[in-house]
């Protein structure tokens, strides 16, 4: 049974900086694609961030670009997520997932494992 369990999640204020990890165990973590995706109150949930198996590639959705790095280390079963320059449009309940693709899909329904979620909350 594959189970992720996000944590790094809280408050902080516009400008700030967060870490997000997401420990993975119980699969194949270094032939995972894995992916961070995000759903604020009353919206759907959206891609954000994912990097392949190997960490050769990465993909960001537009609004994170230059503030938000994906990484991994496969030697930990870890995946991250550096949030900078953070601004309340990225309050939302962060999820992590992963894909047995082992690419850094954009797609949700190519992930087949997903975490509970860890809450971000940015005040202005």
């Known amino acids: 049974q594959v189970q992720l369990v996000e944590s790094g999640g809280g408050l902080v204020q516009a400008g700030g900086s967060l870490r997000l990890s997401c420990g993975v165990s119980?699969?194949?973590?270094?032939?995972?694609?894995m992916g961070w995706f995000r759903q604020a109150p009353g919206k759907e949930r959206e891609f954000v961030a994912a990097?392949?198996?190997?960490?050769?590639?990465?993909n960001y959705i537009d609004s994170v670009k230059g503030r938000f790095i994906i990484s991994r280390d496969n030697t930990k079963n870890t995946v991250y997520l550096q949030m900078n320059n953070l601004n309340p449009e990225d309050t939302a309940v962060y999820y992590c997932?992963?894909?047995?693709?082992?690419?850094?899909?954009?797609?949700?329904?190519?992930?087949?494992?997903w975490g509970q979620g860890t809450q971000v909350t940015v005040s202005s």
């Open positions: 990097i392949s198996w190997s960490g050769g590639n990465a």
């Open positions: 119980g699969g194949t973590f270094s032939g995972y694609g």
């Open positions: 997932a992963a894909s047995r693709s082992g690419l850094a899909t954009t797609l949700l329904r190519s992930f087949h494992y």
